[in-house]
């Protein structure tokens, strides 16, 4: 009988050991997949940062530091006359207000058509509504490559070349912007806009005090998305454009590099920084909100 | 406080039927539940009442005054809907003022009806939070208070109770009551939930497939049900319908409440009597419910008495004046009752 305890409680006492030793194992198994995932994540963050810091050491180098191997990443002086030059080597303040004026302008045109478009997409019954949305998402298949020579000929043939109008107009309504937010806008229970009915608002109201709060976060990475794509054009306003009164910012950066028969990376570099600084700017601050637009839900 | 009256009312969805010729009268002040199985028309019928469906052909009255055609938000009603349909980016006080802002209240008017209401409710203290802070029956009350403030002719509820565990529901329910003798307005409440319907309604509304089939206070209902649809609907478990022309040669069928049926009692007068065997019993406690197989089917037994065992052959008597009987449609036979129990 004793015997047979013994035995029983010694293998009791194994079993137990088997266990700590397995939840030793796995707790080594935790720890080896967050070191992967944390590694995994610094290399991303290599991969998607070097440029970047490349870009602001180079902008602040000075010509003869550039060049040298191997390189430095901080220099020696911190040349911040490169962007007094960058800016000083071309109309830059032009440049830099019709970038400001053309983006902003087609930000609020943009809003101004897709809303209310989003809005009867999503909640009302009408004829051909089916061919009309068709017709919307082909507009965001479509790239600018196709469609630059017919714009270009039309507002040729409307006189409008040498105005904003041909940096603007195109971009007035936004296939993308209004798939996006007709999304949002049938995510809205139908309840919520009963109750407001209830509640003896107008339509008018609905959308404004309701589904336009609610579609908040869309909102606003719509405008990132759409504002940054602006900001960064390149190939639309220089077709469209012979003027320099009415060139962007990076087709002034971009000529930096033309400027001279030596390029000076410095100033295209600084040129560069003076370039996303706004975005970098708007991103610190909307940050929340883009996170925000992708994990949005409604309460139950 | 208001009577509703809906007549002759017809609802199409595309092509399909759902209400057909719908007559019904709400009295004032009452609280009347509609009741039914899922696409009975219940919610359809609230909802026409309170606007937010179309309806294709006739009318609809509160207080006296045709609003058929009249939208939601002038009608005088407020409704609770299941889902509290509560606005996400709102306070919970935005929430209770958007009615009243809409309706142009005053400033401080608003103040001391949201102050009120919210008292009564219980919310004061949650005034600045966003629904999302909020647990389940903390939105309920929400929901209520922004249909309260409002001060409507008619409250519209749509399963307003079926989102909350059962404890929750169950408190809830007493305080609907309390509120109803409070206020006075008329309530009309949409379940699916039999239970509920009997606990809370002082009138309630049996329907199926779109057809009022019984309209009754909750005793007349259990008692006196006028079909065999609305006798087997109220109660649990449902009414026995066994194959009539065995028993009477003019009805089709034969009901009784399975806590009618004695078990294992001597023989009597004016009693109707089978034999049966037991084949489940189900000891719920204070009470026990069997399923016995007869020659005439198997029927459900509810007792207090003492319990059975399993697998035995017992004697079961219902008394006359607890049965029921129904014709081919399935439509009460009062008068055959009357001379034949």
Same mark, same amino acid.
């Not at chain 1, 943009?110 to 009309?132: D, G, H, N, S, V």
């Not at chain 2, 600045?128 to 903390?138: F, I």
């Given at each position: 009988?004793?015997?047979?305890?013994?035995?029983?409680?010694?293998?009791?006492?194994?079993?137990?050991?088997?266990?700590?030793?397995?939840?030793?194992? $796995?707790?080594?198994?935790?720890?080896?997949?967050?070191?992967?995932?944390?590694?995994?994540?610094?290399?991303?963050?290599?991969?998607?940062?070097?440029?970047?810091?490349?870009?602001?050491?180079?902008?602040?180098?000075?010509?003869?530091?550039?060049?040298?191997?191997?390189?430095?990443?901080?220099?020696?002086?911190?040349?911040?006359?490169?962007?007094?030059?960058?800016?000083?080597?071309?109309?830059?303040?032009?440049?830099?207000?019709?970038?400001?004026?053309?983006? +902003?302008?087609?930000?609020?045109?943009?809003?101004?058509?897709?809303?209310?478009?989003?809005?009867?997409?999503?909640?009302?019954?009408?004829?051909?509504?089916?061919?009309?949305?068709?017709?919307?998402?082909?507009?965001?298949?479509?790239?600018?490559?196709?469609?630059?020579?017919?714009?270009?000929?039309?507002?040729?043939?409307?006189?409008?070349?040498?105005?904003?109008?041909? $940096?603007?107009?195109?971009?007035?309504?936004?296939?993308?912007?209004?798939?996006?937010?007709?999304?949002?806008?049938?995510?809205?229970?139908?309840? +919520?806009?009963?109750?407001?009915?209830?509640?003896?608002?107008?339509?008018?109201?609905?959308?404004?005090?309701?589904?336009?709060?609610?579609?908040?976060?869309?909102?606003?990475?719509?405008?990132?998305?759409?504002?940054?794509?602006?900001?960064?054009?390149?190939?639309?306003?220089?077709?469209?454009?012979?003027?320099?009164?009415?060139?962007?910012?990076? +087709?002034?950066?971009?000529?930096?590099?033309?400027?001279?028969?030596?390029?000076?990376?410095?100033?295209?570099?600084?040129?560069?920084?003076?370039?996303?600084?706004?975005?970098?700017?708007?991103?610190?601050?909307?940050?929340?909100?883009?996170?925000?637009?992708?994990?949005?839900?409604?309460?139950? | 406080?208001?009577?509703?009256?809906?007549?002759?009312?017809?609802?199409?969805?595309?092509?399909?039927?759902?209400?057909?010729?719908?007559?019904?009268?709400?009295?004032?002040?009452?609280?009347?539940?509609?009741?039914?199985?899922?696409?009975?028309?219940?919610?359809?019928?609230?909802?026409?009442?309170?606007?937010?469906?179309?309806?294709?052909?006739?009318?609809?009255?509160?207080?006296?005054?045709?609003?058929?055609?009249?939208?939601?938000?002038?009608?005088?009603?407020?409704?609770?809907?299941?889902?509290?349909?509560?606005?996400?980016?709102?306070?919970?006080?935005?929430?209770?003022?958007?009615?009243?802002?809409?309706?142009?209240?005053?400033?401080?008017?608003?103040?001391?009806?949201?102050?009120?209401?919210?008292?009564?409710?219980?919310?004061?203290?949650?005034?600045?939070?966003?629904?999302?802070?909020?647990?389940?029956?903390?939105?309920?009350?929400?929901?209520?208070?922004?249909?309260?403030?409002?001060?409507?002719?008619?409250?519209?509820?749509?399963?307003?109770?079926?989102?909350?565990?059962?404890?929750?529901?169950?408190?809830?329910?007493?305080?609907?009551?309390?509120?109803?003798?409070?206020?006075?307005?008329?309530?009309?409440?949409?379940?699916?939930?039999?239970?509920?319907?009997?606990?809370?309604?002082?009138?309630?509304?049996?329907?199926?497939?779109?057809?009022?089939?019984?309209?009754?206070?909750?005793?007349?209902?259990?008692?006196?049900?006028?079909?065999?649809?609305?006798?087997?609907?109220?109660?649990?478990?449902?009414?026995?319908?066994?194959?009539?022309?065995?028993?009477?040669?003019?009805?089709?069928?034969?009901?009784?409440?399975?806590?009618?049926?004695?078990?294992?009692?001597?023989?009597?007068?004016?009693?109707?009597?089978?034999?049966?065997?037991?084949?489940?019993?189900?000891?719920?406690?204070?009470?026990?419910?069997?399923?016995?197989?007869?020659?005439?089917?198997?029927?459900?037994?509810?007792?207090?008495?003492?319990?059975?065992?399993?697998?035995?052959?017992?004697?079961?008597?219902?008394?006359?004046?607890?049965?029921?009987?129904?014709?081919?449609?399935?439509?009460?036979?009062?008068?055959?009752?009357?001379?034949?129990?």
């Amino acid at each position: 009988m004793e015997a047979r305890e013994r035995v029983q409680q010694s293998l009791r006492i194994r079993k137990k050991e088997g266990r700590i030793e397995n939840s030793k194992n $796995l707790e080594i198994l935790k720890k080896g997949a967050k070191g992967l995932e944390i590694s995994g994540l610094i290399i991303l963050i290599l991969i998607f940062g070097f440029p970047f810091l490349w870009m602001i050491s180079t902008s602040l180098k000075s010509f003869s530091e550039i060049m040298i191997f191997p390189p430095k990443w901080i220099p020696d002086k911190l040349m911040f006359e490169n962007y007094i030059r960058a800016w000083n080597s071309g109309p830059f303040l032009r440049y830099f207000f019709n970038s400001v004026l053309i983006s +902003i302008s087609i930000l609020i045109l943009q809003f101004a058509t897709m809303i209310p478009t989003a809005y009867a997409f999503a909640r009302y019954e009408f004829k051909l509504k089916k061919l009309l949305f068709a017709i919307t998402l082909l507009a965001l298949m479509i790239p600018e490559q196709i469609t630059f020579l017919p714009v270009y000929l039309q507002m040729s043939s409307w006189n409008l070349l040498r105005t904003y109008a041909p $940096l603007i107009l195109p971009f007035a309504a936004s296939g993308f912007g209004v798939f996006l937010l007709r999304q949002t806008f049938m995510q809205v229970p139908d309840e +919520i806009i009963e109750a407001a009915r209830l509640d003896n608002a107008s339509e008018w109201k609905i959308m404004w005090k309701i589904m336009m709060p609610m579609a908040r976060p869309v909102l606003i990475t719509f405008a990132l998305f759409s504002f940054i794509s602006q900001w960064n054009s390149y190939f639309w306003p220089l077709v469209m454009t012979n003027t320099q009164s009415l060139r962007t910012l990076p +087709i002034g950066v971009a000529m930096l590099k033309d400027a001279e028969a030596l390029t000076r990376w410095d100033t295209v570099m600084a040129g560069n920084m003076i370039l996303i600084a706004p975005m970098l700017v708007i991103y610190f601050f909307a940050q929340k909100q883009i996170i925000k637009a992708f994990v949005y839900s409604g309460i139950k | 406080m208001a009577n509703i009256y809906l007549q002759d009312i017809t609802k199409k969805y595309e092509n399909i039927t759902v209400i057909k010729n719908l007559n019904l009268e709400i009295k004032d002040s009452s609280f009347t539940v509609l009741v039914g199985p899922s696409g009975c028309g219940k919610s359809t019928t609230l909802r026409m009442i309170a606007g937010l469906e179309k309806v294709n052909n006739g009318e609809i009255f509160i207080d006296g005054e045709e609003i058929t055609h009249v939208n939601p938000g002038k009608r005088g009603v407020a409704m609770v809907f299941q889902n509290y349909a509560l606005y996400p980016t709102m306070t919970v006080k935005e929430n209770i003022e958007f009615g009243l802002k809409n309706n142009k209240i005053s400033k401080e008017e608003r103040e001391s009806v949201i102050q009120e209401i919210c008292d009564i409710v219980g919310l004061t203290e949650y005034l600045d939070r966003k629904p999302s802070n909020l647990s389940g029956g903390q939105r309920q009350r929400v929901a209520l208070a922004r249909a309260m403030v409002k001060r409507p002719k008619v409250f519209l509820m749509d399963e307003p109770l079926s989102n909350l565990d059962a404890k929750l529901r169950n408190q809830m329910r007493t305080e609907l009551i309390q509120l109803h003798k409070k206020l006075g307005t008329t309530f009309v409440y949409v379940t699916h939930d039999q239970v509920e319907a009997m606990s809370m309604g002082d009138a309630i509304v049996v329907m199926d497939k779109g057809v009022i089939q019984h309209m009754a206070n909750p005793v007349d209902l259990y008692n006196d049900p006028a079909n065999i649809f609305t006798a087997q609907f109220i109660g649990a478990p449902p009414m026995n319908i066994i194959p009539g022309k065995k028993f009477f040669e003019e009805s089709t069928y034969l009901g009784f409440r399975p806590e009618k049926v004695k078990l294992d009692s001597t023989s009597a007068d004016n009693c109707l009597a089978m034999k049966g065997k037991i084949l489940t019993r189900e000891i719920l406690g204070s009470e026990t419910i069997y399923s016995i197989r007869t020659e005439v089917g198997d029927i459900k037994v509810k007792t207090i008495d003492s319990v059975f065992p399993e697998d035995i052959e017992i004697q079961l008597h219902i008394d006359y004046k607890h049965i029921y009987l129904f014709d081919v449609a399935g439509n009460r036979q009062r008068n055959l009752e009357k001379v034949k129990l």
